[in-house]
């Protein structure tokens, strides 16, 4: 059964690069950049050897560490977690619980993350080799270590399937409130280890050998403990890894009952409730602005964009040691304003099948195109208005406010008319709507920041008149050439959107079916 299901995962992958020569192209530079990556940790772990034994077993233990909460958190963050094939597509088939999670974990290991752990991790035994004890755990602790790995992500997965979606989203923003607790957590950690002073390795060690107490350290640790002569403390980490396995396993197959047992609840209206369609104006631009609203404000694929963008100013104020006073403090702004404005690049990609209705109803393009632009000015401009103040407002620079708002709203609006024309072109990839966010399409990845970069690149260079006449106000301490980035921000934005509206409407009234024949080519990938 497990060789069936590796089959249909591979036929899944064959016939979906087929269809896409830049996922195909996508597919390869991501083996390929894994291979130099494993090349490149293979050589450093042989080196870790020959710096002592203490050395190697700090390094191991805190590089196993980092790689288990890898699996379990950076793909919550970058969209990692690869669930072509889950508990809930398996379900028509006869197959126990058991057997789903078996087959599922063949399929964790059989991916290219799977496979890149898999031999980075067994390349540890080029740093033990001098060390025979140490080889000897390491050859039954390394495989317990990558299937840890493999199992926490799948659980994770489970936590933001369909049905345990709202604690998918729950898990959501915990991970990103990690991830803006990275800079005190560092802070911490550099403050426990007394900072760069004498006897800072010592204490890294201290820090390390806690660690190596902990589910995520403890199954590294066993070989060096062992090669140490430290019998005790091995077996007893040996049991917490074990136990640490266990308890995965049993939170990951609660959640894969319930997905496979269960039927999906199918959505239903509920007559007398129009939300957004009963408030906004009517006609075809007034549907689509309330359509695309409800995907804005309900949808978790764009709300954790949102997230992105809030957090994304306290990320680099971390980054800056909390020295907010000044200039620069007031521009961090411009870049959330503009990373949002490019949210919707592959808008109709959202869709998914529903784009046919769209199709359906016969909606002009350049309603189309307004209605969805407007939404995401609904509630992009609002926001990056509220960063814009609050930036400002941490860097004491008032003067500098009209260009800080002009350039973010600007560069928002600027986004988002580029967005109007690039999603009447681009169809990639990307989850369906309630699927699981953290979907990760083979291949894909690279396709989606070839073309985000070149989007960013174009957006950036139509903001940066508004930035320019802000810094000069901020060099020569003129209030006037800041009024000047406000108007030229706003204009700039504003000629944007309109030509964005207009071109876009346009390719969108000759696309439209290509589109869809696009978009039904990706959906159930």
Known sequence: MVATVLRLRYRILGNMLGRSVWQLVGFVVGALSAAGALVGIAVALALTGLAGLDATRTLVTMGGALLMIGWGVAPLLAGGVDTTVDAERLAPFPMSTRQVMVALTAIGFAGIPGIATALGVLSVLGAWIHWPLAVVAAIICLPLGVLSCVLVSRAVASFSSRRGRRLGDLLGLVAFGALVLVGPILSGLIGLVGGSGAGVVERAADVVAAISWTPVGAVWAVPGDLAAGEIGPAALKLLIALGTLAVVWLLWRRNVRSAAVAPRRQASARAGRLSWFGLLPTGPTGASWARALRYWLGDPRYLRNLLIVAVLPALIAFGLGGE?????????????????????????????????TVLATG???????????????????????????VTVAFSGSWSLLPGVLGSCVGSLLIGLGICAISSAYIVIPVPASGDNIFKRVPGATFTTALALLALTALSGALTAPAVAFTIVSAVVGDPLWSWVGLVVGLAFGVSASLAGIAIGGRVFDRTGPLLLARVRAIVGY
Do not use: W
């Open 363 to 389: 909606v002009p393009g350049r309603a189309d195109r307004a209605g969805r632009l407007l939404a995401a000015a609904s509630v992009g401009v609002p926001l990056v208005v509220v960063v814009a103040v």
């Open 324 to 356: 907010l006073r000044g200039p620069f403090f007031a521009f961090v702004g411009v870049l959330p304003a503009l990373l949002l404005g490019l949210v919707p690049y592959a808008d109709v990609a959202f869709d998914g099948t529903s784009f046919a």
